[in-house]
């Protein structure tokens, strides 16, 4: 039906009563970008206890704040999202989920980045004034009892990680307490105890207090954007940020360990099940995992669904849970007890619906808890459509366990620690050329953990390269990272700064070691860049001047070779396992220009391990001189018609990629790894009041061989003088006039082709070039 969301109707319990009729749920409304919102089933009620009269109140939602935004306009109907909130994902819940594309379970991990490893949530726990009146004495039980309830959901193998909750600190802020301030507005709430938990936290993860994440829970009556229905909020993504590793529960019941649980979740990142992403990856999940939009009738079998188990495992690959690796000093024990063994029944309905209501006859022993409440006057059943506790007593000898009636036992006695299964075959390399990867993985399915026991510890994928043959380059000099972000030309991100005819190139300057392996690609000609896609093709470089290679959106270390584990480095040469001997380093200073432009040197095709330093005069940042580079046709590609760049940037020539510091450092510096293809003119362009500069280069020329002497002696030229340390051709000046001499030129004519036709009046054509002495066209 339009505007809201149809469920199967509960079964009726109660004899003589007839099919209670549908619950109608709202679509819970989203507060913007960044918050998401969950909803619950209504607690419905009926009364038949006198004639049978039908009260369906206002339904009860579960809004949990996520970094999903809401699209506006779009009803929730039968089939749509039963969450008001739309499916635009962040890029790293979308990088999360790219990488299982195609892969049925979704299953990944790293070896540390792809491994298991145990990690342990120290948690603040908080509870307000008014769950110190609602609870008294009980509080710190009843709180603990619900952590232990979310402890145990995460130590479900489902969830495909070795997680531990833990409370390090128990707070409760009483009338004269200046606690946050808990106010009706969720998020209003959530910001206020997000900045009050980061002031009382400890400035070390070390010290045996300080905190991973912190809880609030209140009696207080939350509200959402449009509904007061909201049971919970949590920024998503959060975990390990001292700032925002927080969230607030709305308390309803033991049932309020499932939202502790689900918020929890979105902390680590975890968006809601019925995302179109998750449905792209993994199908329509089912409607009864903890990060469904409606928490109701959880698969106790199995609470968390293949896309949470991949977005938290991504999450946790990628670094984000670093600061849960540390095992809690003195953490607060949480009660072994099922929560049934501690609350009865009747105590399970006055902390679900208030003092005085009482369970339901005429139940089914587990299934769903009904209780009585007033409405209108009239004595009614309701439920939250949770089933009874676990440990709840159901009969001589038996208890509540999973929903169902079972004989009484101790659980810890079956537990069963997880094994690794074998490993799956390698998949296909993710390159035809150029060096790509193939991936293998494990399972933790030989055993599978179960009742409590622990989740497999160590490597769960393992990588190798493959198709390590050079790719024949369509343009010479391309990088493989350049073709991917040619790809995305013409795409204008949605934003009128940029035209239809953009042109993106990479960007690698001011991008941190953490992202070096997303695609990110500045507007050729402009200082616009954006991420364009979450990770780069397995098999990338991480960089211009690293062997090291992307793998699953990871820096992993590769040799020169292309091979990952190889410790095969360059030399000097750029001679893969070289020994330096194949090349002679050039170098040279500059010190004495005339105003304008001055020419500096000639860096050769061929030249590598570039390395370019203007000092500024006495250290000063703006001393009026700047380095500037034309190309072999005279074109300025930096700081060229007296236009200089402050900022760093990417100068992107054939074979090899010029890193630009920019002027407003001290040491202006311009340096390249690889071997360029092309010659360029280095100068350095000298105003203001001419205070001296100090340009020191070096670079890096293969030795000729004997082949090339001899060429050079048959055609009668000089060999260039390369041997000396320090280039011979000094740009000292002299009298005002530079002391080096003009390059040489001279015309290389090739040789006649052969004739168009074989008789009559034909065609012979032969290729005339302008180049210098060292055999590469004038400049």
Known sequence: MPGGWMPPPPPSSVPGCPRPPHPFLRAAAGSGLGVSLLSSLPAFSFSCFSSPNWEAPRPRARPFPAAFGRSPGRPVGAGASRCAVGSGLT????QALDKYRGRAGGKGGRAKRFASVPRYVETLVVADESMVKFHGDDLQHYLLTLMATAARLYKHPSIRNPIQISVVKFLLIGQDDKGPKVTSNAALTLRNFCAWQKKWNKVSDKHPEYW??????????????????????????????????????????????????????????????????????????????????TLIQIDRANPWSACSAAIITDFLDSGHGDCLLDQPAKPIPLPEDLPGTSYSLNQQCELAFGVGSKPCPYMQYCAKL??????????????????????????????????????????????????????????????????????????????????????????????????????????????????????????????????????????????????????????????????????????????????????????????????????KKFDKCSVCGGDNKSCKKVSGLFTKPMHG??????????????????????????????????????????????????????????????????TGTAVESLQAFKPIQEPLTLEVLSVGKMTPPRVRYSFYLPKESKEDKSSYKKEGRTPPDLNNSVLSLSNRLDGGRPSYKRPSYKWAVGGWEACSVSCGDGLQKRSVACRDSYGQPAA
């Open 91 to 94: 890029p790293g819940v979308l």
């Open 212 to 293: 991973d994440t912190a809880i609030l829970f209140t009696k207080q009556d939350l509200c959402g954007a449009t509904t007061c229905d909201t049971l919970g909020m949590a920024d998503v993504g959060t975990m390990c940020d001292p700032k925002r590793s927080c969230s607030v529960i709305e308390d309803d019941g033991l049932p309020s360990a499932f939202t502790t649980a689900h918020e929890l979740g979105h902390v680590f990142n975890m968006p809601h099940d019925n995302v179109k992403a998750c449905e792209e990856v993994f199908g329509r999940l089912k409607t009864n995992h903890m990060m469904s939009p």
């Open 370 to 567: 009904w209780c009585t409440g007033k409405a209108r006057g009239q004595i009614v059943c309701q439920t939250r459509h949770f089933p009874w506790a676990d440990g709840t007593a159901c009969g001589e000898g038996r208890f509540c366990l999973k929903g169902s009636c079972v004989e009484r036992h101790n659980v810890s006695k079956y537990r069963v620690d997880g094994g690794w299964a074998k490993w799956a075959p390698y998949g296909p390399c993710s390159r035809t050329c150029g060096g790509g990867v193939q991936l293998a993985r494990r399972e933790c399915t030989d055993p599978v953990p179960a009742n409590g026991g622990s989740y497999c510890e160590g490597i769960r994928v393992k990588y190798r390269s493959c198709n390590l043959e050079p790719c024949a380059a369509a343009v010479p000099g391309k990088s493989f990272r350049e073709e991917q972000c040619e790809a995305f030309n013409g795409y204008s991100h949605s934003t009128n700064r940029l035209t239809a005819s953009v042109s993106w190139v990479p960007k690698y300057s001011g991008v941190s070691p953490r992202d070096k392996c997303k695609l990110i690609c500045r507007a050729n000609g402009t200082g616009y860049f954006y991420v364009l896609a979450p990770k780069v093709v397995d098999g990338t470089p991480c960089s211009p001047d690293s062997t090291s290679v992307c793998v699953q959106g990871k820096c992993i270390k590769a040799g020169c070779d292309g091979k990952l584990g190889s410790k």
């Open 597 to 662: 432009y001055n020419f500096v040197v000639v860096i050769p095709a061929g030249a590598s391990n570039i390395d370019i330093r203007q000092r500024g005069y006495k250290g000063l940042i703006s001393d009026d001189n700047y380095l500037a580079l034309k190309n072999a046709q005279g074109k300025y590609l930096l700081n060229g018609h007296f236009i200089v760049s402050a900022v760093e940037r990417d100068l992107m020539v054939k074979g090899s990629v010029l890193r630009y510091s920019g």
